[in-house]
């Protein structure tokens, strides 16, 4: 996910989201995260800076050696982690998951990699294929970027050069402390693709614990992978599952479903999100899904009305589509992340018409 949660400048930075995918700003106190134990020796660490998108941390530790699911979205936040796993045991990092190719998942893997030199680094084969065809680029526009949107803000405007409201003025002043410790953290950064891939699944037993590492097939990307703890019945699920607003900027709306249908039949007691705090039910995964079953039975509804999809856009379709049903359940009463749900099911009818178009 690559969003700006609960945040005032929401519409500044989604625009800055489209162009800048590795360097959306996190800014705030240095320990703001919390920790929450999903049982002996599993913990899941949620970034929860203000404004923060890094993604949930979950570390497995085994009698030899130590599980980690994601390396978030900053070196800087990736050393925090080290050091609070160091807290919890002396054994090393032995293998670190990326969940899926988003940066908010795998920007620390050269920290990790620099603290363990014997650590694996897990992907999904799809997702080291785009990870090395996007992340280069990224790593390497990033600095400029954000220095530009820091020199912008500084002369209070955004980064179209427009004038920010006195409101947004007041909010830029307490964002620059944390842009320019971004901006230290990406100009440091090196890319460091995984080194060992898989397509199907992997069973990896850290000492006296079995870690299943699955790709159940597509959803929010190509090569999507959970982690399950069979014995524990802990599911870690990456950005299939995000709360409060999911995140369906690219992904395969019908696929998806399916996905969590095999999540479901897992049966977990406990599911970490990809962002958010943890689920002990499946209430959220199920929301999940009917608003994408209700997207994509729509879309195909209007495209039975209007003909083969591929001499169609999204336009002919959007306005048949209804999904204000699902906005209080996922956002409440609260205007930003009402915003946020219109901005995400606009995309999700994109990615659902998109998917139809290419059978
Ligand atoms: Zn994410």
Do not use: C
């Not at 993604?55 to 936040?77: A, C």
């Not at 014997?118 to 280069?136: G, R, S, V």
């Not at 007691?269 to 959220?284: A, E, L, R, S």
């Amino acid at each position: 996910m690559k969003r700006t949660d609960g945040f005032g400048l929401r519409s500044l930075f989604l625009s800055l989201a489209a162009f800048l995918i590795a360097a959306i700003p996190v800014f705030g106190d240095a320990n703001d995260r919390e920790v929450t134990k999903l049982a002996d020796g599993v913990y899941a660490i949620q970034h929860t800076r203000r404004g923060a998108v890094s993604g949930n941390t979950t570390v497995i530790i085994g009698d030899r050696e130590v599980f980690v699911v994601d390396s978030t979205h900053q070196p800087s936040l990736a050393r925090e982690d080290i050091a609070q796993i160091r807290q919890w045991t002396n054994k090393p990092v032995g293998y670190l998951l990326n969940t899926h190719f988003h940066d908010d998942h795998h920007s620390g893997n050269k920290t990790y990699l620099d603290t363990f030199p014997l650590l694996t680094i897990i992907a999904h084969e799809e997702t080291k294929k785009d990870m090395d065809l996007i992340e280069p680029g990224n790593i390497e526009r990033g600095p400029t970027h954000l220095a530009a949107i820091i020199s912008a803000f500084k002369q209070g405007k955004d980064q179209q050069g427009q004038p920010l409201s006195e409101d947004d003025k007041k909010q830029v002043q307490e964002l620059l402390p944390g842009l320019e410790q971004q901006l230290t953290d990406l100009k440091t950064m090196v890319y460091q693709p995984p080194t060992l891939t898989f397509s199907d699944r992997l069973t990896i037993d850290i000492g006296n614990r079995e870690v299943q590492v699955k790709h159940l097939g597509r959803g929010n990307t190509p090569g999507d992978a959970i982690v399950f703890l069979p014995k524990e019945k802990i599911l870690v699920a990456g950005d299939l599952l995000v709360h409060p607003i999911p995140y369906t900027y690219d992904g395969y709306p019908t696929e998806w479903i399916e996905t969590l249908q095999k999540i479901a039949q897992l049966d977990p007691q406990t599911i970490v999100p990809g962002h958010g705090p943890i689920f002990h039910d499946k209430t959220y995964l199920y929301l999940m899904q009917d608003l994408l079953k209700s997207a994509v039975d729509q879309v195909r509804a209007r495209i039975r009305q209007i003909g083969f999809p591929g001499s169609h856009s999204v336009d002919d379709v959007k306005g048949s589509v209804d999904l204000t049903p699902f906005k209080t359940k996922f956002a409440g009463d609260d205007k930003d992340l009402q915003a946020e749900f219109d901005d995400m099911t606009a995309h999700l009818v994109k990615i659902a018409f998109n998917e139809a178009a290419q059978r």
